[in-house]
């Protein structure tokens, strides 16, 4: 069993995760939350199985205007984790991510500046 972290706890998740690389979304696809903050530019809502969409970056990213703003890219690679979870690689404008147990071992973030809490203040 896989355990839970605290951001999914939260309710920070997606549907896509568990599903194949580049497979096809089921009918009827039934979204959680973050999934309707997925975007791959402005205006454009990105729910995907592709492990690698394009242009990436920015991929597919959580955005709370739109698409407008950037706060992280998820990792759309099924294979290597869920598709919720952030690349820990490439965040803008220097974030660091405050659930990466793996990626970002021994890390302090400031209060407030986390993707995590910028989705929980989106998802309410």
Known sequence: ??????????????????LANNSALPSPFEAEAEDYFRYSSTNT??????????????GVYFSYNGGSANVAQF???????????????WLPRGRRIMFDAIGCQNQAVPVGTAPEVIVLNSLG
Do not use: C, V, Y
């Open 75 to 89: 990792n759309q690679d099924n294979n290597n984790g869920d598709r919720n979870d952030w690349i820990f690689t």
């Open 1 to 18: 069993m896989r355990p839970t972290k605290l951001d999914e706890a939260l309710g920070i998740g997606s549907s896509l995760t568990g």
């Open 45 to 58: 809502r990105a729910i995907t199985t592709n492990p690698n969409p394009s242009p990436n970056p920015p």
